[in-house]
């Protein structure tokens, strides 16, 4: 099992998918000074729907999933949330870990210690 570092891109929101959904708005505005840019990435956050924000912060979850599976290590493809996660229109605030990766999980513990 590798350990990943405090404050991993591997698991932070920002960089798992924050960032690439205000980035998808802001390519659309095209700008060549720095000011400007500072100004259209500051909207385009405005812009995004909150639909959009509130499976940025499951998709950490699913990432947890991956590493726990491949025993540590993040030699994964990044999971998608999927729409059976979105029912009736409402995001959950967390998403049930498979069981069998679960166990999983905790047996990679216990042989660790």
Known sequence: ????????????VLDLSVFN???????????????ALIGVVMASFELLPSRTLD???LTPQK??????KHAGDND????RVSKHYIKNG???????CDP?????GVATLKQMQ
């Open 1 to 12: 099992m590798e350990f990943q570092p405090a404050k991993s891109p591997d698991m932070n």
């Open 21 to 35: 959904a205000i980035q998808s708005v802001q390519y659309r505005q095209p700008t060549h000074e720095v000011d």
């Open 55 to 57: 499976k940025c912060f």
């Open 63 to 68: 990432v947890m999933e991956c590493i726990i």
């Open 76 to 79: 994964f493809r990044l999971p």
């Open 90 to 96: 409402l995001i959950p605030s967390s998403i049930v």
């Open 100 to 104: 069998e990766v679960y166990a999983n």
